[in-house]
Nanobody
Framework: QVQLVESGGGLVQAGGSLRLSCVAS????????MAWFRQSPGKEREFVAR????????TYGDYVKGRFTISRDHAKNTVYLQMNSLNPEDTAVYYC?????????????WGKGTNVTVSS
C-alpha cells in the first residue's frame, strides 16, 4: 500500500508561482510512476503531469507545457510540481497519484489533494 500526502497549495495572484509537494510512504519512488491530476469545480479530473519510475521521462498536459515542471527527490521520497505563470484557469484541487507500471494503465494510489487558487 502507498500513502500520498500533498502540500504546498494556497492562494496566489495571476502570474505567480507555487510548488506542490507529495510525500510517498509505503514504497520507494523508484518503483512508482508518479503523476499530478487536477479537478476544478464542475469539471472532470484532468491530467497535469507524470514522471517515469526510472529514467525520469516526463509527460505534460497541453495546457501546462512550458509552465509546470514535475520532478522527484528519491532521497526524500517526494515528487514536486513547480507551477509558474499561473492563471485563474489553473485554480483546482491538485492530486498526487502513483502507479506501478509505465506507461500507467491506471493509478491505484491517490492523495487527498491540495487546493490551488489563482486570483486575477
Amino acid at each position: 500500500q502507498v500513502q500520498l500526502v500533498e502540500s504546498g497549495g494556497g492562494l496566489v495572484q495571476a502570474g505567480g508561482s507555487l510548488r506542490l509537494s507529495c510525500v510517498a510512504s509505503g514504497r520507494t519512488l523508484s518503483s512508482l510512476t508518479m503523476a499530478w491530476f487536477r479537478q476544478s469545480p464542475g469539471k472532470e479530473r484532468e491530467f497535469v503531469a507524470r514522471i517515469r519510475r526510472s529514467g525520469g521521462t516526463t509527460t505534460y498536459g497541453d495546457y501546462v507545457k512550458g509552465r509546470f515542471t514535475i520532478s522527484r527527490d528519491h532521497a526524500k521520497n517526494t515528487v514536486y510540481l513547480q507551477m509558474n505563470s499561473l492563471n485563474p484557469e489553473d485554480t483546482a484541487v491538485y492530486y498526487c497519484t502513483a502507479a506501478s507500471d509505465w506507461p500507467p494503465q491506471g493509478y491505484a494510489f491517490w492523495g487527498k489533494g491540495t487546493n490551488v487558487t489563482v486570483s486575477s
